[in-house]
């Protein structure tokens, strides 16, 4: 425990400059967000029409081979959309052209390794019933689809997304001032670190950073030619990085300490809650993997990084948005 916290005197973490800067929200973000509005009230209507990518279709499936039916290969009424591979290639590329009420065939070799032994290599045929086909239909950014979304016109709709986008700027720039003020506390803390968790911070950090280069087939010798560096100098500021971590932790620490600041059971629980709703789980799936304590850490953290910022010398710059190029 001593090695995990070492002994450590605050310096000045009240009354420190910095500059928060809000990103402008750009007619191009206000644009996309309503066309992905609506994308989300987009609905499917029943089409004669040939099926094509993108259209929903409810089929039957089955597989033959020299006429009798292969275990476990029928499908009864199974709808998917097509495009999203939920079809294997050659049974969409089967379905595509086809109208609803058809029935039709296609061939399909098994893979060589296929896991079902006396499949594998095997050309079977396939019966698929097409019995619905629906067509996607998005409606149009138009002032009849912000009617339709409880706004008087398309402007106004345009308002309300500039206002909700520009109260996430302003978090976003406060969370980031946060940040900043908890690593100049951090660099205010007189304290010694511990080498043994500095360097395997630091470690760690280049373990990932090696992993990831593998996945990409992008050798370390060329990823600091790219970044004008070298291992050595990566390793470096993987260290320092480590240092700034530890001593914004250990400020984060202090300083609840010296405020009282703390964070209350029921705002663990909600937080386990939103975790879970963000990642369409449960609460008690989350809690495997984040135990409370991490949890509640988080919590302290952000709320002494509040603390910072309500008791600092705040300037506030709105960036500006980039010029429009000219046709």
């Known amino acids: 425990m001593a090695d995990k916290f070492p002994k450590a005197t605050l310096g000045q973490y009240k009354g420190l400059a910095v500059t928060r800067h809000v990103r402008p929200v750009l007619d191009s973000t206000v644009e996309a967000e309503i066309g992905h509005r609506c994308r989300l009230h987009a609905h499917y209507s029943p089409t004669g029409a040939p099926a094509k990518r993108g259209d929903k279709v409810t089929l039957d499936f089955e597989g033959f081979l020299e006429g009798k039916p292969i275990p476990d290969s029928k499908m009864t009424n199974v709808t998917v959309l097509l495009g999203t591979g939920k079809l294997m290639p050659a049974a969409e590329k089967a379905v595509y052209g086809h109208q609803a009420g058809e029935t039709f065939q296609f061939d399909f070799t098994y893979p060589a390794n296929f896991r079902v032994e006396k499949l594998s290599g095997i050309t079977a045929q396939f019966t698929v019933t097409l019995h619905a086909v629906a067509e ?21 709709m345009r308002a309300q997304i500039r206002k909700e986008k520009a109260a996430l700027h302003e978090e976003t720039a406060d969370r980031k001032a946060g940040q900043d003020l908890l690593e100049m506390a951090g660099a205010n803390l007189t304290v010694t670190l511990p080498e043994k968790s500095v360097a395997g911070e630091a470690q760690r950090e280049f373990k990932a950073l090696e992993d990831r280069l593998k996945k990409t087939g992008l050798s370390l010798e060329s990823y600091c030619n790219s970044c004008r560096t070298t291992p050595a100098g990566l390793k470096a500021s993987f260290r320092a990085m480590a240092e700034k971590r530890i001593r914004s932790v250990l400020a984060a620490r202090a300083i609840a300490q010296a405020e009282g600041i703390t964070a209350f059971q029921e705002e663990v629980e909600a937080e386990y809650r939103r975790l879970a709703a963000r990642q369409n789980t449960t609460p008690e799936e989350i809690r495997k993997t984040l135990p409370a304590d991490a949890v509640q850490s988080g919590l302290v953290a952000q709320k002494v990084q509040a603390f910072l910022l309500k008791n600092a010398q705040v300037t506030t710059v709105y960036d500006k948005a980039p010029a429009k190029k000219e046709d």
């Open 136 to 156: 996607k239909h998005t409606p149009a950014a138009d002032e009849a689809f912000a009617k339709s979304r409880g706004f008087d016109s398309l402007d106004a």
